[in-house]
């Protein structure tokens, strides 16, 4: 009687452990754990390499590693790869310094901003749009389409969020499949 009962509560603190973990959804294959700021998740990421040496060169690794909390739109590697031939490259010269941190910072918005909170924002707006500032001071809006969140520019173009609801330390990142391109 004592051993199984012992053994009906390791099974379940062993259920209730992995149901806490299993909680946070993986980015590329990679854990993403909570405890973790979002620079020390993001380079974890196989899918965001672009992104984190990006962010490096922009000098905002200290940025997105502070207190937030911070939402960030973060585009995978082949939403950089979509780009024209070059602008990545370009971004990354020490001389455009200040046009790439204006390009990442149109990706963060300020607050932790769930897919939940997200969704009933757009659906609650009069247009089916959700409207927003980044970090950058650049628009944002959101909008549900199938049951897809989509992420808009000022220039009209959408990121689709693939994965929502990454949690943080300091905030919360939605992996998109495009960059978002402040104007």
């Known amino acids: 009687m ?37 620079i020390e998740n993001a380079v974890n990421s196989p899918i965001h390499t672009t ?3 990006a962010v490096q060169a922009a000098d905002l690794v200290d940025t997105l590693q502070g207190e937030g909390p ?7 590697n082949d939403a950089f790869a979509a780009l ?10 020490p001389e455009n310094k200040a046009l790439l941190q204006k390009v990442l910072t149109a990706h963060v918005v300020a607050g932790d901003w769930s897919a939940a909170d ?17 970090v950058s001071g650049d628009a944002l809006s959101a909008k549900v389409v ?5 992420i808009f520019d000022e220039s009209g173009n959408a990121g689709m ?14 992996v998109v ?5 402040p104007k």
């Open 177 to 181: 499949n495009a960059v978002l391109v």
């Open 51 to 53: 992104l984190v040496a």
């Open 118 to 134: 997200i969704i009933a924002a757009a659906k609650a707006s009069s247009d089916g749009f959700y409207h927003f500032n980044a």
């Open 2 to 38: 004592i051993i199984k009962k012992l053994a009906a509560t390791s099974v379940t603190a062993i259920a209730l452990a992995g149901a806490a973990f299993a909680m946070n959804p993986t980015v590329g294959g990679a854990p993403m754990l909570e405890q973790r700021n979002i």
């Open 84 to 93: 024209p031939p070059g602008t990545v490259e370009t971004l990354l010269k």
């Open 146 to 150: 199938g049951g897809n969140v989509y």
């Open 70 to 76: 911070f939402t960030v739109f973060a585009p995978v």
């Open 161 to 174: 969020v693939t994965v929502a609801d990454v949690d943080q330390s300091n905030g919360v990142i939605h």
